[in-house]
């Protein structure tokens, strides 16, 4: 089955805490948190008390991901926070295999983020070092955008690419998914589906997370 990894950018801060309660009475078993620095991306949401906080609310599993520059200098900051899952831009690591490292000796599992216009291939030395890829399917900074149609396509490719490891390496992929591209997304090879806006504005957030399994 796959997983649903609920977006809180997309949450109402004022009562985080209901949100998040809300998500661990439903069947979402991860919770994606959105770090951006104003420089990677041209947005800043929220940090380490965010993550600090969720943490103290939920036994999910906390996946962050970071929209900043030079990410390895936070790695333990966010583990000690609470952290379970790590990833980072490959568009913002001067060293990938080093900052790969690192977190796993942090104890905490690792993925790599593409940008759209990153293609695939570019991670094929370290693909077996990871626990998994997030594909943007989105220009990241912002939630509620449009889904970038090529993603399929990339999706496609690096599922290939992780079979040819045999190893067990999730595709979790983030921006713009609905109820009209799961279906199709998990045909493509999607482990994760990441959902913010579809999520949060809907009317029953619970019933709307079983609707994107369900299109497994
Ligand atoms: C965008 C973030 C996404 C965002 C997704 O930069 O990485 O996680 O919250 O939001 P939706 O699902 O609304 O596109
Ligand atoms: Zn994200």
Redesign the pocket.
């Known amino acids: 089955m796959p997983i649903i990894a609920p ?1 809180i ?2 949450a109402d801060f004022l009562n985080l805490g209901k949100d998040i309660e809300m998500l661990n009475n439903s069947k979402a078993e991860w919770i ?1 948190i ?1 770090v ?1 620095d104003g420089v990677f ?1 041209p ?1 800043i949401s929220y940090g380490i008390p965010i993550v600090k906080a969720v943490r103290k609310a939920t036994s999910k599993i906390l996946d962050v ?1 970071l ?1 900043i520059v030079q990410p390895e200098r936070y790695f333990e900051t966010f583990r000690d926070a609470g952290a379970d899952i790590i990833t980072f831009h490959y568009e913002a690591s001067m060293h990938l295999h080093r900052s790969v490292a690192l977190v796993h000796e942090l104890g905490m599992k690792v993925g790599v983020v593409l940008n759209p216009h990153t293609p695939v291939n570019v991670l094929s030395e370290i693909l077996p070092e990871l626990d998994l890829v997030l594909i ?1 399917s ?8 449009k ?1 970038i149609e090529n993603t399929y396509q990339k999706v496609k490719t690096l599922k290939q690419m992780i079979l040819a490891t045999g190893k067990n390496i999730l595709i979790e992929v ?5 109820l009209s591209n799961a279906g199709k997304l998990y045909a493509a090879g999607v482990d994760v589906l ?6 949060f504005s809907s009317a029953d957030p619970k019933a709307t997370i079983v609707k994107l399994l369900s299109a497994y």
């Open positions: 977006s950018l997309s994606h959105d951006m991306v947005n991901h929209m943007m989105v220009n990241p900074g912002f939630g509620g955008q889904f983030d921006g713009g998914v609905d990441v959902a913010g806006n579809t999520v």
